[in-house]
């Protein structure tokens, strides 16, 4: 294998156990949809709508995190 090949997976290795360690420690992103506002401008007029991805929080669970949840899920479901 090419030194160049093993840095690469070796990156892409560091990068995503990072990122399931932050999806760990900090589950909770921004709302990508109303970038983390809450709430989105309303289609006629001035006035503002709710966010309904995110329920007006501004906050979404992030996908590994859900990823974590049902890894956790199913594990406990075999175990039993
Ligand atoms: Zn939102």
Known sequence: ???IV???SLTALVYAASYLI??????WGHCRRCKG???RP???GRTR???T???GTGRR???GRRLIEYIRTEYRAGTR
Request: aromatic letters at 0%; proline letters at 7%.
């Open 61 to 63: 669970v992030r996908i």
């Open 42 to 44: 309303a289609l006629i």
């Open 49 to 51: 709508r709710e966010c």
């Open 1 to 3: 294998m090419t030194p």
């Open 22 to 27: 932050m999806c760990l420690i900090a589950p």
């Open 37 to 39: 506002v809450g709430h």
């Open 6 to 8: 093993l840095l690469a």
């Open 53 to 55: 991805r995110c329920d």
